[in-house]
């Protein structure tokens, strides 16, 4: 699964490559038809929960759907600070190595 793209941009096209229609895909996420179309359209977050639905409906990685998420709330932060945004990215790895071995210890 390509990750470049919005995790909206994603559910859409996981959607409209099983040829269903929003209120199809909503109804079996026990969701509102409008809330999956703010989903796609990258104007709502989903819950945790509610991505391991998707991955489950959709037969792909719950881990995929993660990412993908989580790289977007990443991106929306560092995105207006375009001149050292791979700066920020390459020490936030540096933390996150950080943090979990200080979780460990």
Known sequence: MKLEKTFGETVKKL?????????????ALS??????????????KPTKQLIEK????????DKDLLIAFLSDTVAYQVM??????SEVLKVAE????????????
């Open 31 to 44: 969701i509102d038809t409008s809330m999956l179309g703010k989903i796609e359209k990258n104007s709502r």
């Open 54 to 61: 998707f991955a489950k409906f959709f037969n792909v990685s």
């Open 15 to 27: 959607r409209e490559e099983m040829q269903l229609p929003l209120r199809e895909v909503a109804e």
């Open 80 to 85: 207006d600070e375009e001149d050292f945004a």
């Open 94 to 105: 540096k933390k996150v190595k950080y943090l979990k071995n200080k979780k460990t210890s």
